[in-house]
T-cell receptor, first 116, second 113 residues
Framework: GAVVSQHPSRVICKSGTSVKIECRSLDFQATTMFWYRQFPKQSLMLMAT?????????EQGVEKDKFLINHASLTLSTLTVTSAHPEDSSFYIC????????????FGPGTRLTVL | GENVEQHPSTLSVQEGDSAVIKCTYSDSASNYFPWYKQELGKRPQLIIDIRSNVGEKKDQRIAVTLNKTAKHFSLHITETQPEDSAVYFC????????????FGTGTRLTIIP
């Protein structure tokens, strides 16, 4: 099956710093990637939809200036959490869809962010 | 937008018995309904999915049923095993549309040996 990787898997940072998370589709091209956030014992909440070569579409309530998304190629999307605060601590998961509109989404392994 | 409700939030089942998890959705345009299994700290794993042109799909011990009229779909796991213990999420989306997955709130399934 299709493989999606994320890096790093775990990151601890100080409050006020920025953290970049990478999402890569390893064996397929993805025009669309999605970024989710999952707090402990809760469901996955979509943050934004990332389309290659265009601006990301953010969900209501998600600050686009705080969560910067770049989808520069068909295999890589990045999420940068700027000026991170403890309330940003969460499990961030990306997913990627292949080129066909009917393709299934495949999830990355997630990144555990802890902001001290 | 789409709203997906999932019940129950927790479910304990004796090993070997069946487990059923139910979801309802609000947007009649949704046409794709996947189910994911998530173990603690891991990524969601797709276990089965169904598209709106069929009413039922089965894969070994797992089956999903869809009632488009009532806008609900269910996951059925038969002959449960301890390794089935996990959190299960249903989701809905519009393939060929915005394709956003809207997730249910999750069901923590515990299989009692």
């Amino acid at each position: 099956g299709a493989v999606v990787s994320q890096h790093p898997s775990r990151v601890i940072c100080k409050s006020g710093t920025s953290v970049k998370i990478e999402c890569r589709s390893l064996d397929f091209q993805a025009t669309t990637m999605f970024w989710y956030r999952q707090f402990p014992k809760q469901s996955l909440m979509l943050m934004a939809t990332s389309n290659e070569g265009s601006k990301a579409t953010y969900e209501q309530g998600v600050e686009k200036d705080k969560f910067l998304i770049n989808h520069a190629s068909l295999t890589l999307s990045t999420l940068t959490v700027t000026s991170a605060h403890p309330e940003d601590s969460s499990f961030y998961i990306c997913s990627a869809r292949g080129l066909a509109a009917t393709d299934t989404q495949y999830f990355g392994p997630g990144t555990r962010l802890t902001v001290l | 937008g789409e709203n997906v409700e999932q019940h129950p939030s927790t479910l304990s089942v004796q090993e070997g018995d069946s487990a059923v998890i139910k979801c309802t959705y609000s947007d009649s345009a949704s046409n794709y309904f996947p189910w994911y299994k998530q173990e603690l700290g891991k990524r969601p794993q797709l276990i089965i999915d169904i598209r709106s042109n069929v009413g039922e799909k089965k894969d070994q011990r797992i089956a999903v049923t869809l009632n488009k009229t009532a806008k609900h779909f269910s996951l059925h796991i038969t002959e449960t095993q301890p390794e089935d213990s996990a959190v299960y999420f249903c989701a809905a989306s519009i393939l060929g549309g915005n394709e956003k997955l809207t997730f249910g709130t999750g069901t923590r399934l515990t299989i009692i040996p």
